[in-house]
């Protein structure tokens, strides 16, 4: 998964208006059990960059994600528990979040906090300035 912190919006397919943000995460798969798994880092190191991705989180009040999968589910859930005032909007390419056996429950929890969801629709990045985070 990829977390990418651009400028403040980015234009989505098949709309005419840019969706606007203070923060972009993008989890489009992950290769690891746990996503925050990062190769090649001292536990110092990790730690920081998760202390650095919290306090951007923190000053963010407008947050795009983009994905369906379970570290994205589980990404807008947390961030929406921890930081109630936060606008948060889930951008996926599907019509249902992992499936139909877990898509209403699921649904229903993340836009119990807060989270809006748009499905159907995707998010290109086209020639964007980043800072990137990969947690």
Do not use: W
């Not at 798994?37 to 990790?46: C, T």
């Not at 960059?49 to 009040?61: F, S, W």
């Not at 807060?114 to 980043?130: H, K, M, P, S, Y």
Request: charged share 25%; hydrophobic share 40%; glycine share 8%.
């Amino acid at each position: 998964n990829v977390l990418l912190n651009s400028e403040d919006s980015i234009q989505v397919h098949g709309r005419d208006d840019p969706m606007h943000f203070d923060y972009l995460g993008i989890a489009i798969g992950s290769l690891y059990a746990f996503s925050g798994k990062v190769a090649d880092l001292k536990q110092s190191q990790a730690l920081d960059r998760y202390k650095m991705l919290q306090e951007t989180i923190e000053r963010a009040q407008r947050i795009l994600v983009m994905g369906g999968g379970p570290v994205v589910i589980e990404l807008c859930g947390e961030i929406a528990t921890d930081f109630r005032r936060k606008s948060i909007t889930l951008v996926h390419d599907g019509t249902e979040l992992l499936g139909s056996n877990v898509f209403n429950g699921l649904r229903k929890q993340l836009e119990k906090l807060g989270v809006t969801i748009i499905f159907n629709d995707r998010i290109e990045l086209e020639a964007a300035q980043t800072n990137h985070t990969a947690p």
